[in-house]
């Protein structure tokens, strides 16, 4: 009976990791379903527009523009789960030992600067910067590029889809500033189930408001880590006043893009190979000694895993 509840909790455990994924996939996909009703059928409202040579050329710029962020948003996602920045199967070599170096006794390895433990992901970080729920993997050395080309087109997007949805809330507020139009945008699912407006009327409120929320969290998010990157630092990092790896924006941009990181925004297809190696950090001030870091152990190993259980091999 353990066995079998062992097991069923371990299948639960290993299906709620793709939820995330699944429900921002969901998210991504209705509202570009509802932004391109928007323009393909509802836009413009006027009938005698609708047919017309300028109405064909404006769908089609919009609905280029939405497959353009669609696809960026997609791809980046998809190699941002691919490229995993744990240090599973990276050789830390014995002679790089030096300041800032550590031991993590859930890997029983000595770990380079700016990398920490995950017990999320089960396995410590390159550059870890913060374990992110929506995707369910670390943001850290190999894939903070596509996070961040990620959340910059998921900003974007929304705030086209704000633009666009302007005309719902247009509509919604045709009556004036009443009750049902005020519950209607702030609390649609409550007027839905008390029968007070159409599934139809309740799905584009729904996603409008989704929309407004989630452009402002996202922006802020994006803008919070852009100003990180102008720094030098992780999130883990953001606390601290000392900014020891910073080495000027320009340099920093890099470290984070790679070395064409003025295209590396654009498309994730486009190569900007990145300039270090996540282990040794070329740094501009003395870092602060923590205890942990005189910590013994033993030297240099590839840290592989089996399971949950990280082994050593020399």
């Given amino acids: 009976m353990i066995r079998l509840s062992g097991r069923v909790w371990s299948r639960a455990e290993s299906c709620c990791q793709f939820m995330p994924i699944v429900i921002n996939t969901f998210l991504v996909l209705a509202i570009t ?10 836009a413009p409202r006027e009938p005698g527009e609708k047919h017309g040579e300028w109405s064909a050329v404006w769908k089609a710029t919009h609905i280029a523009s939405q497959l353009f962020m669609l696809g960026n948003i997609m791809w980046n996602a998809r190699l941002f789960l691919k490229r995993s920045p744990s240090i599973r199967g990276v050789f830390l070599e014995g002679a790089g030992f030096g300041q800032g170096w550590k031991y993590c006794y859930s890997c029983e390895t000595h770990i380079p600067p700016r990398c920490s433990h995950c017990f999320d992901c089960k396995a410590c970080v390159l550059r870890r910067d913060h374990h992110c ?26 705030l086209y889809a704000v633009v666009l949805n302007s005309e719902v809330f247009m509509l919604i507020l045709q009556e004036g500033l009443t009750l049902h139009s005020t519950m209607l945008l702030l609390m649609p699912w409550i007027m839905l189930l008390i029968g007070q407006v159409t599934p139809r009327a309740f799905l584009f409120a729904f996603i409008a ?57 654009l498309c994730p297809l486009i190569p900007s190979p990145l300039p270090g190696d996540g282990i040794h950090f070329q740094v501009t001030a003395p870092l602060a000694e923590t205890p942990s870091t005189a910590a013994p152990g033993p030297p240099g190993k590839l840290a592989t895993f089996s399971g949950d259980r990280p082994q050593l091999h020399s």
Avoid: I, K
């Fill in 133 to 158: 729920v929506f995707f369910g993997q670390c943001v850290g050395f190999r894939n903070y590029r596509y996070f961040l080309s990620c959340l910059l087109y998921m900003s974007a997007g929304l």
């Fill in 33 to 42: 379903a509802e932004v391109m009703y928007l323009v393909v059928v509802e």
């Fill in 209 to 265: 408001d989704t929309c407004v929320v989630g452009c402002l969290c996202v922006s802020a998010f994006l803008l919070f880590h852009v100003t990180l990157m102008l720094r030098g630092q992780t999130t883990r990092e953001w606390y601290s006043s000392r900014r020891p790896y910073s080495l000027g924006w320009r340099r920093n941009v890099c470290e984070c893009l790679g070395q064409r990181w003025y295209l590396a925004w």
